[in-house]
Structures are given as C-alpha cells and as structure tokens.
C-alpha cells in the first residue's frame, strides 16, 4: 500500500500490480541490490511526498532496506548487502478518508499527521512479499523450514494489524512458551494440572486454530458394553481434551506429565524399553481409541452430536527428551509404532520448540 501526500491532496494507492509480477534485481553502486517495477495506470503528481505502510520481517543478515518511488513511476527497493532475506507485509487499502480528515490534513502537512493516519485499522485484502539476496543455495536460509508455520506466522502478524489480535504475535508466542516451559518444569504432582490448565487457555498450542472448530476440555462420555455372559458394564472415558477439527473428525487428546520418566536403561533387543507410567499412558489412550473407534463408536458419536460417519484422531503428550535416560532411536521406534495404530506421540518439547519457532517469525516491525 504506498500512501501520498501533496498540496493537491491525499490519496491511497494498490501497488500489488507490481508485487505480483517478478523483478530481477540490479547491483546497488553502493554495493547491494536494487529493485525496481513500474506502476501501471497511476499518474504521479510532482514533488509527491510518500508514505509506506508496511511491516518488516527480517529474515537473515543485518541488510538495510528503504522504499522509494521515482519520477518514472518506478517502485525501487534498495537493499544495502549482498547476503540478506526478509519479508513484508502491507494492506492493499485503507478506510477512506472522512470529511474531518480531509479538514485536518488540509491544515496539517507534518509527517506526524500523516502517519497517524496510517496506524488506523486495516481492510483485506494483503499483500505479503519476500525478498532474498545471496548465492543460490542460500537464499532459503533464515526463513523456517516448515512452510506452514512461515504462513501462519505471516499471517498472524496480518491479523494483528487489522485490530483482530490484542498483543503483537512475536509477543503472545513468546509468552505461551514462557509459560508453558513453567508448567512443565513444576513439580510432579502438580505437573499435569498446570498444563492442563495452560491448554485450557490456550488450545492453539496443541492445534492450530485455522484446524479446530471447538475444543472441549475433560469431557465426560459414558460407554455401556455387553459382555459375554449377557450383563452389560458402564466405563467412563474422560480424555484431556478432544478437538473438532473442521475434516470431519475428532481428535482426542491425553497429556501426561513432562516429568514421567518414558525409557528404562533396560534393553529388548538393542532398544530402551518404554518405563512403566509410559506403558500406561500407552494404554490409556488406546483404550479410548478402542472405544470411539470400535464397536461402541456410535454410542460416543451419539453423546458429542457427531453423525455416524464421524471420525478420531488420538494424540498422546508426555514426558521430555531433557530425562537422563531418554534414547533418541528406542523413542522414534516407540513412536513408530503407535503410529502404525493411529495414535501420534510426542513430548512437551516438540510444542516448546514450535512455539520458539513461531515467534522467530512473527517479530515484524512497522514501518
């Protein structure tokens, strides 16, 4: 969005006809890149004054960025250093102005005036870009390698600028983690009510929120089976969580403590067997898979307003891999073979480590 100001007036400009095209980029005499796309259909009014409303994310290297315009009608990017990576995000319009706008900035040409009227909230739809210098095979580095979590940090930092988020995404992230890196280091006892009520606050931390369509915490399903000798007995399941995802199933969730020890230093044929309270856990959640996912599926389907076609996901959290005895290739087999079952495991340092991650980036910086 490219926003400018003369003594003829004010006015808003979509610059993505440039953004969308690709741009080779030239040697900066200073040393560094530049570059540089034409406007298509805009008229620039001389001697302009010019505002950009932009966030910026830098990726890699300490390369300084600035934004110009030209008297061509030529959007020119320099960036000063040949090894550089970094982002950008910018809305593709503003609110429009009012009368009492008009009024003010008619009396007040200051800078000041000007970008006071670019920190007002936002309309889609965004332009996002990024730009990396350097040698081929280093032009990826420094952004994440998970594409996924790059997007929806991106586009977190979106929906704070447009007012939908209260803190800065970097902000919130680093917190979660903070607070979720206490939770784990309590003390045993009190380990898994700590969690449990972090995640009440904050389930995003186990899903993504674009994933989930409600989360319930601790919800209570009775099963009655018939056994063989003809009398029926009631089992009450009640699972950490279970999240209704948005692809026509459930997941159903059980966190265990961070410190409950997952490997003995006994082996079964070269691999650490699982200890004790992970070989309960184990149980525990394939017990809930049997029930949702067997025969009295429909009973559970019934009590949570599913239809029948519905489905589950199992995942199980617990302990981390800081315990002196853990054993990367007994763990990856330990895991393996849940997952064969349809149940995923993971530590509490996978979420740890996301978090960490998501953070790095999400610190765009206005400009």
Known sequence: MLIDWTEQGFSARVIDSWLKKPVVGKLRPGGGRRLGGYFRNIELIPNTQFFFALAVKNYRGDAKTSFSVSNENELVVDVEGNDAAFGVVGPAQYYGLTQADAERLAQDHSAKALAAFATRLALPPWTVGFISTGQPEELLKGFDPDPILLARSTADTILYSAGLR??????????????????????????????QAFLEARPWVLVPEADFESVLPRPSVLATERLANGTTQDHRLIPDFIYHLFDHQSLAVEIESATKRLLTQKKETTFRRPAAQTTAAVFQITSYKLFFSGPLGAQMRAQLSKPDSWGFDYLLVVGSVLEPDFDERSWVALRDHLKASGITLRTWDFYLDRLRRLAAMADFKGT
């Open 166 to 195: 209260d803190i800065p995404p970097a902000v919130r992230y680093e917190v979660a983690c903070r607070e979720l890196q206490s939770a784990v280091l309590s003390l045993s006892k009190q380990n898994e009510q700590a969690l």
